[in-house]
């Protein structure tokens, strides 16, 4: 299995993914995440989701800060990601695309 970043990768992190992909509803993802994030941390990672879609749509840096309220910093962290990561941004978008056609 190829993974974007090896040192994180073990036993109890691959535990802990699994059982995020056995969440079925918006609910139980809800009471998941809770449990093990901040409402911080949970709205932190919301933004920088929005600002990888929207960044993914070719949306200009000024048009995310003032949409998101995410820093240039933040935006171009993510950018970074989605130019060199391993197309994980992608991958879901894609899905969640389908998904919208259905």
Known sequence: MAVANNRI???NTDFL???ILSLETLEE???FFFFFFTMTEIKSMAGGIVV???LSEENKYE???VKTGASTATISRVNRSLCYGNDGYTKIF???AREDEK
């Open 63 to 65: 048009d995310i800060v």
């Open 9 to 11: 990768q073990d036993e």
């Open 52 to 54: 990888a879609k929207m």
């Open 17 to 19: 993914l699994k059982c």
């Open 94 to 96: 894609r899905r969640l």
């Open 29 to 31: 993802c809800y009471a």
